[in-house]
Nanobody, 122 residues
Framework: QLTLVESGGRLVQAGGSLRLSCVAS????????VGWFRQVSGEEREFVGA????????YYAHSSQGRFTISRDNAKNTAYLQMNNLKPEDTAVYYC???????????????WGQGTQVTVSS
């Protein structure tokens, strides 16, 4: 069983930056691709981006590209989502997830964190 815990979400002004962390435990983190998703209350969960377990291949949703960066430190069992130039429409609960392959859809990920709230004020 792989356990994921996100942190770093908070209230930030538009144009600001945040870095979310996702700490994994229970299994070797490098074996898993990591995905970041977000969800606004009442809406479907949306893909933000993903990164391969090793080799560093990353993929981003169109809305994330150019502003968000995913990285990971497998020695620390941690993945990161750096978010710059935040906009009010980025307000959501952000989740990290782990799975066998990089994918942009939820059902490819087997493990999920509890989420962290990001609120961007205008």
């Amino acid at each position: 069983q792989l356990t994921l815990v996100e942190s770093g979400g908070r209230l930030v002004q538009a144009g600001g930056s945040l870095r979310l962390s996702c700490v994994a435990s229970g299994r070797p983190f490098s074996n898993y691709a990591v995905g970041w998703f977000r969800q606004v209350s009442g809406e479907e969960r949306e893909f933000v981006g993903a990164m391969a377990g090793t080799g560093g291949g990353t993929y981003y949703a169109h809305s994330s590209q150019g502003r968000f960066t995913i990285s990971r430190d497998n020695a620390k069992n941690t993945a990161y989502l750096q978010m710059n130039n935040l906009k009010p429409e980025d307000t959501a609960v952000y989740y990290c997830a782990a799975g066998a392959v990089v994918a942009g859809i939820e059902n490819k990920y087997d493990y999920w964190g509890q989420g962290t709230q990001v609120t961007v004020s205008s």
